[in-house]
């Protein structure tokens, strides 16, 4: 069982609010990933870092910003949050020998 | 350009019918396909990971099974409790990121 948590699972919150969505990991893996997922939607890959103090834009675009200070920690900040950010959020974390890829349990944002 | 196209979208079965689930893909050096379940509101859950044609791997009532151009899920005797999104994604060499297909939703009724 993969050991990545994320929190909080759920957050309502107000429109011009500051959010940030934690996401750690417990498997010692360099690199992580944050994908956006709207009900019934695809994954969107948003951002991902190689390792500390590595951090990329992902696919989609997005106005969240990432942070990689420890290799366990990895989260994902909205400054200012609108009703436009409202979806699922899911971090990841990939084994570097097998390739695979393992999700926390996501966060579900609604932005009023 | 590196693509992963699932059949069907939605597929529902009676339980105890057998089925497949189709993931084609394109890719510049394939490094590995992966499949994963996803229950609703929930992170996806890995299944299997295929690296070269020809590998197959069970689960269950799983089995996954690997071409140069596609890759099949197939479900023996489903049980309602298989019911969820399917999803196939596959990882070129010269990439860390996972290319996702968007899913098959399958329902098993009783």
């Known amino acids: 069982e993969a050991d990545i948590y994320q929190t909080p699972r759920y957050l309502v919150i107000g429109t011009g609010k500051k959010i940030t969505l934690e996401c750690s990991q417990t498997m010692g893996h360099d690199k992580m990933y944050w994908y956006q997922q709207d009900p019934g939607m695809e994954l969107h890959l948003i951002h991902y870092s190689y390792g500390v103090n590595s951090t990329e834009k992902g696919d989609l675009s997005s106005e969240s910003t990432v942070s990689r200070i420890r290799t366990e920690h990895f989260p994902l900040t909205l400054e200012s949050a609108r009703p436009s950010h409202t979806s699922q959020y899911l971090c990841a974390s990939r084994d570097a020998v097998t390739g695979e890829q393992f999700f926390g349990p996501g966060t579900r944002l609604t932005v009023l | 350009e590196d693509q992963v196209t699932q059949s069907p979208e939605a597929l529902r079965l009676q339980e105890g019918e057998s089925s497949s689930l189709n993931c084609s893909y394109t890719?510049?050096?394939?490094?590995?396909l992966f499949w994963y379940r996803q229950d609703p509101g929930k992170g996806p859950e890995f299944l299997f990971t295929l690296y070269s044609a020809g590998e197959e791997k069970e689960k269950e009532r799983l089995k996954a099974t690997l071409t140069k151009k596609e890759s099949f899920l197939h479900i023996t005797a489903p049980k309602p409790e298989d019911s969820a999104t399917y999803l196939c994604a596959v990882q070129a060499h010269s990439s860390y990121k996972l290319i996702f297909g968007s899913g098959t939703r399958l329902l098993v009724r009783p």
């Open positions: 890719v510049s050096g394939l490094r590995g």
